[in-house]
């Protein structure tokens, strides 16, 4: 589960000149987790007031779902003055009762199975600028998956995938970004781009030896087509694996954010092309639409592109804005994918 699921009415209070919070109680809702219950607060603040500094954004949640499952988490990515430095952090602690897919194969629904498990990741990111938009630094990341339950004599058992039984995953990466962006809830102009390139060690019988490149580039091109704030935004997703890579870190489509419309996990492999375009309109004041297409690759090898076929998805969306300063928008998306895939999703600022 991500970090920003909300479904609420709220005001936005300001207690200083440099802060700006907004609490907000939560309703949630996607494929993954049916309706969520819980509450969040969510920051905004300038490290400094020159022209240069981008606002920062934190964000801490906690939810309880339909499905029994709960998540509890933070995030932040802080811009220092001048945007010399930037940290990004994310913590999340979640026990997540899901549907299992299986593994590498183009008929998930004869693989359904159900499975449990408790998840701890901590993500972390440091970089410095190189010059006005490129940054240099390191990544941490930390993954650990345990009391894995499956019903017996369930598919998920009779494959026994890597990894379930539980596994614990540190991986530590040079990492490249590009950030030029106008802001991070409502990106108007500018690119954002990052590429991180982490081997993960097997340092113990509970750890998998594998390497993970995972690129994320987005576009962002102003438009005036039916108000000011109107924006295509353009997003590459690709994550590519090589070695022992265990189940739940393979490259899985679905989810809130990349290929909206499937279930997070549907077709799962060890490698993802991911591409989507979205056009963001103001109707009113307070009011916005969402229109989106995209297509996925999930190729065995990562340069045999197209042998397991494209993976369409398409949606739909409205936006509520709440915090008008920040233009920070609730959303609520319809998506579509492939083998009549659905899935609605109830959530808090711009899927990227």
Do not use: C
Not at 28 to 45: I, N
Not at 166 to 181: I, K, M, Q, V
Not at 214 to 227: E, T, V
Request: no cysteine.
């Amino acid at each position: 589960m991500i970090a920003n699921q909300v479904f609420a009415q709220s005001d936005s209070l300001s207690r200083s000149k440099k802060i700006r919070i907004t609490p907000l109680p939560v309703i949630y809702y996607s494929p993954e987790t049916r309706f969520g219950f819980g509450a969040l607060v969510a920051a905004s603040f300038n490290s400094s007031y020159d022209s240069l500094t981008t606002a920062s954004y934190a964000q801490t949640y906690i939810l309880y779902t339909a499905n029994k499952q709960y998540d509890w988490g933070n995030k932040l990515r802080y811009y220092s003055p001048q945007n010399k430095f930037i940290f990004e952090g994310k913590f999340s602690f979640t026990y997540f009762p899901e549907f299992y897919y299986g593994i590498e194969t183009e008929t998930p629904l004869l693989k359904k199975d159900t499975i449990s498990y408790n998840k701890l990741t901590t993500d972390l990111r440091f970089y410095w600028r190189i010059n006005k938009s490129l940054y240099a630094g390191f990544a941490v990341r930390h993954n650990k998956i345990y009391e894995v339950d499956s019903p017996a004599g369930g598919n998920f058992l009779l494959d026994q995938p890597l990894g379930y039984q539980g596994y614990d995953l540190l991986g530590f990466a040079p990492a490249l970004t590009y950030e030029s962006r106008d802001s991070q809830t409502y990106p108007r102009k500018g690119i954002f781009t990052e590429v991180l390139i982490m081997p993960y060690p097997a340092w113990s019988n509970k750890s998998y030896g594998f390497l993970n490149v995972r690129i994320d580039a987005r576009k962002y091109i102003p438009l005036q087509l039916i108000s000011d704030r109107d924006v295509l935004a353009l997003q590459a997703f690709i994550n590519l694996n090589s070695g022992d890579v265990p189940f739940k870190d393979m490259a899985d489509i679905g989810g809130g954010n990349v290929m909206r419309g499937y279930y997070t996990g549907y077709y799962r492999y060890n490698n993802l092309y991911a591409f989507q375009a979205e056009y963001r309109a103001g109707l009113w004041w307070f009011i916005g639409i969402d229109v989106w297409v995209g297509g996925a690759f999930t190729p065995k090898d990562w340069y045999s592109l197209g042998d397991t076929g494209v993976k369409p998805n398409a949606g739909i969306g409205v936006r509520v804005m709440i915090n008008q300063k920040d233009k920070l928008n609730i959303r609520v998306d319809q998506g579509f994918g492939k083998q009549q895939q659905q899935g609605l999703y109830l959530d808090i600022a711009e899927a990227y």
